[in-house]
Antibody
Framework: QVQLQESGPGLVKPSETLSLTCAVSGYSISSGYYWGWIRQPPGKGLEWIGSIYHSGSTYYNPSLKSRVTISVDTSKNQFSLKLSSVTAADTAVYYC???????????????WGQGTLVTVSS | EIVMTQSPATLSVSPGERATLSCRASQSVSSNLAWYQQKPGQAPRLLIYGASTRATGIPARFSGSGSGTEFTLTISSLQSEDFAVYYCQQYNNWPPTYTFGQGTKLEIK
């Protein structure tokens, strides 16, 4: 059974960089699939942040592209999110997830982490 | 950017009745449309993909239809555990630029 677990600071100061990691168990990232980050501000809807293929190819939401970096560490079986220059608008629950099919990103996400709340505040 | 619009924002239905949720895309997404269910404090759960294919373990009372720009999620006989927020998502683009609808809250009448 595939499991994903987000981790990272729950509080980040404005203008600083938000850093989160998604640890994957039950499946080796190096074997395939696209992996993504999605966020949800409190009481609001879902926003896709970006995705990464096991090979390292990345795809970002155009509205966040200038501030986002997603990377993969196959040796640790995890992938990471960095979001720079954060403001209060970046306060959200951040989810990591896996795409449904092994070799395409044109599918939805079927496995999700439980999510982690990140608050941007001084 | 493809904009997904869901209606209604809130739907009040009695247990045992049918619920019909709508999702409209600002341009054609073919059948590259998914539905998720989200309960408070939980991650979204994939219900439907390919507009009409149920994900693994999803009960048959959930069905999806539509293509192009108009989509529907139908829950045939509402159970207590079905009251939640439902999101549609398109995944039609390459490179991927997924977008979600704003959600429909399904509440007990």
């Amino acid at each position: 059974q595939v499991q994903l677990q987000e981790s990272g600071p729950g509080l980040v100061k404005p203008s600083e960089t938000l850093s989160l990691t998604c640890a994957v168990s039950g499946y080796s990232i190096s074997s395939g699939y696209y992996w993504g980050w999605i966020r949800q501000p409190p009481g609001k809807g879902l926003e896709w942040i970006g995705s990464i293929y096991h090979s390292g190819s990345t795809y970002y939401n155009p509205s966040l592209k200038s501030r986002v970096t997603i990377s993969v560490d196959t040796s640790k079986n995890q992938f990471s999110l960095k979001l720079s220059s954060v403001t209060a608008a970046d306060t959200a629950v951040y989810y990591c997830a896996r795409c449904l099919s092994q070799n395409t990103a044109m599918v939805p996400f079927d496995y999700w982490g439980q999510g982690t709340l990140v608050t941007v505040s001084s | 950017e493809i904009v997904m619009t869901q209606s209604p924002a809130t739907l009040s239905v009695s247990p045992g009745e049918r619920a019909t949720l709508s999702c409209r895309a600002s341009q054609s997404v073919s059948s590259n449309l998914a539905w998720y269910q989200q309960k408070p404090g939980q991650a979204p759960r994939l219900l439907i993909y390919g507009a009409s294919t149920r994900a693994t373990g999803i009960p048959a009372r959930f069905s999806g239809s539509g293509s192009g720009t108009e989509f529907t999620l139908t829950i045939s006989s509402l159970q207590s555990e079905d009251f939640a927020v439902y999101y549609c998502q398109q995944y039609n683009n390459w490179p991927p630029t997924y977008t979600f609808g704003q959600g429909t809250k399904l509440e007990i009448k």
